[in-house]
């Protein structure tokens, strides 16, 4: 079929044309930037996980636009919340891009650590301590 609107798929971040993966999310605090996001796109390139309304170019948005977007509105939230080693401060997507040059790829980059006083853990990454997914699938 002919003159078919299709969205086709850009990163904000990296500018990557290509996806690992599509997923819905859901965002209760209502004062977020995120709170009317329910879908974000990961890019098979840097591995940001990014709201699909800024990943996805078409008729009604740019790249350029996006970008804007992305870099001043969603992108400073989304390094404040993001998962985070406590060993080696690297962000989920540097770990996944690490993991996936040594062709290791997996949803399971992370344990967390708790105390005895209950106050909660730290996330250590596969990075750091590899023999603690020794028993997992790579």
Not at 127 to 138: G, S, T, V
Request: glycine share 2%; net charge positive; proline share 4%.
């Amino acid at each position: 079929m002919t003159g078919r609107n299709e969205d086709k798929y850009q990163c904000p971040e990296c500018e990557s044309k290509f996806i690992r993966f599509k997923f819905k999310v859901i965002n209760k605090d209502i004062s977020s930037p995120y709170a009317n996001v329910t879908e974000e796109i990961q890019c098979a390139k840097c591995f940001m996980d990014i709201p699909a309304n800024v990943f996805i170019v078409n008729q009604k948005s740019n790249i350029e636009d996006n970008k804007k977007i992305w870099q001043s509105f969603y992108r400073p939230e989304h390094i404040k919340k993001a998962a985070q080693c406590s060993k080696c401060d690297l962000y989920y997507w540097d770990i996944e891009k690490k993991l996936s040059n040594k062709n290791i790829i997996s949803n399971d980059i992370f344990y967390q650590t708790y105390d005895t006083k209950g106050s909660g853990g730290k996330m250590v990454c596969r990075l750091c301590d590899p023999e603690a997914f020794n028993n997992n699938k790579q």
